[in-house]
């Protein structure tokens, strides 16, 4: 069975930083492309980051780039998520998610997701 545990999120200041950790469980880690997504009230789930398996090609969304950092240690099953100098926007619960297929932004391209942690960005 698949599991995918999202940590770390919290109350933050604007400017403040936090790193969320997604630990995965169930799977072959290292043959996934591992994204996270945020999804604000009233919106719709949307892109933020994404890593290839090997770890040396990345994606983010233009709101984050210059803020976030995607890393990952296929040793330890994990995915990183480093923000920085948070903004009130950024308050949303974000989601860990795995695909096997290829560098995405589109939800329905990810076929394993973890429940989410909540991130709320003070002003």
């Known amino acids: 069975q698949v599991q995918l545990a999202e940590s770390g999120g919290g109350l933050v200041q604007a400017g403040g930083s936090l790193r969320l950790s997604c630990a995965a469980s169930g799977l072959t880690f290292k043959n996934y492309v591992m994204g996270w997504f945020r999804q604000a009230p009233g919106k719709e789930r949307e892109f933020v980051a994404a890593i290839h398996w090997s770890g040396k090609i990345t994606n983010y969304a233009d709101s984050v780039k210059g803020r976030f950092t995607i890393s990952r240690d296929n040793a330890k099953n994990t995915v990183l998520l480093q923000m920085n100098s948070l903004k009130p926007e950024d308050t949303a619960v974000y989601y860990c998610?795995?695909?096997?297929?290829?560098?995405?932004?589109?939800?329905?391209?990810?076929?394993?997701w973890g429940q989410g942690t909540q991130v709320t960005v003070s002003s």
């Open positions: 998610a795995a695909n096997p297929y290829k560098l995405s932004t589109r939800p329905g391209d990810y076929d394993y």
